[in-house]
């Protein structure tokens, strides 16, 4: 098995995806959020690489990964998650999915639940609509000859220090800035920035985030569910974990933690990964069982139901 410094491509669909892939056990896919890429993960992965297989990928538009104009939407995004996994002979996953990669993880369980063992929320878009101004600013024309400007060469050097230099304060509202100076740093290529202007648009708008998963919440009662957010979130606000979908699970607000929960305290974010998964059964895609709560809207017990084909 490759380290987990090492980055791995593979083609699919003819288009070079990019992916880091460590340890042995159960599948842990992680999916990162949104101009990130597989690197977030790096501090979580030697702990979870004890117990699990996983695979990180640069989502397409991001990272190593090709970005082409192609399908950026959340369900684009889970069958390439699916395809990636196919290749790799990885047949179920436990879904890990950070921010926007929060979203993706749960379309992924939506669209493939006969590949979905369990789902893990950090600090997950698609809950509710608030979402910070600076995302927001992405969706409004002319943002990106803006942003191409702003992440100029002459610029972006002293920008990028003085974001990490912000971030060793002990301030709550400055310490995500080390993150979103590697964001800052990525959306200098322009193709990513396409690629990211790309995304925003099927999930967002000025007043915030369009795409919600709320209205089939109600599923999570097939599948277990597990929620981890920072207390001091500044981008997503820690209040939309009361509308997480854990009827079956727990929710996890962190201290001292920000939008990045697995960066501020990643050993305690690998233990409640570990943890969740040998606390919890595996979810079993039942089609009679799936079928009868989608009629019912969740409005029944599930006890009550007996599973078909």
Request: hydrophobic residues 40%.
């Amino acid at each position: 098995m490759e380290s987990i410094e090492d980055v791995q491509h593979v083609v699919v669909h003819g288009h070079r995806r990019a992916y880091r892939m460590c340890g042995s056990g159960p599948a842990l896919l992680l999916v990162h959020g949104l101009a990130c890429d597989s690197s977030t993960w790096l501090e979580v992965m030697p702990t979870l690489a004890e117990r699990f297989t996983v695979i990180a990928p640069d989502l397409l538009g991001h990272g190593q990964s090709d970005k082409p104009d192609a399908d950026y939407s959340l369900g684009g995004y889970a069958n390439g998650m699916r395809d990636l996994l196919t290749v790799l002979g990885i047949d179920k996953v436990t879904v890990v999915g950070h921010s926007f990669g929060g979203g993706v993880a749960m379309q992924f369980a939506y669209q493939f639940p006969d590949r979905t063992e369990r789902v893990v929320l950090v600090a997950t878009g698609g809950l509710g609509r608030e979402v910070t101004p600076l995302i927001r600013f992405l969706t409004v024309p002319g943002s990106g000859l803006a942003i191409g400007a702003a992440t100029s060469s002459p610029l972006r050097p002293v920008v990028s220090a003085a974001m990490r230099t912000l971030a060793r304060l002990p301030v709550r509202a400055t310490r995500d800035l080390g993150e979103v100076a590697t964001i800052y740093e990525a959306l200098a290529d322009p193709a990513q920035r396409r690629a990211v202007q790309r995304v925003t648009s099927h999930v967002l708008n000025w007043h915030g985030q369009s795409v919600t998963m709320t209205d089939r919440s109600y599923l999570a009662r097939l599948m277990p569910v597990l929620v981890i957010w920072g207390r001091d979130d500044v981008v997503i606000p820690a209040s939309h974990a009361d509308l997480a979908p854990t009827q079956v699970s727990d929710v996890h607000v962190l201290e001292d933690s920000g939008h990045f929960p697995h960066k501020d305290h990643p050993e305690k974010v690998a233990r409640l990964v570990t943890e969740f998964v040998d606390s919890t059964e595996p979810a079993h895609y039942h089609r009679g069982r799936w079928r009868a709560l989608l009629r019912r809207g969740g409005e029944y017990e599930l006890e009550s139901v007996t599973p078909s084909a």
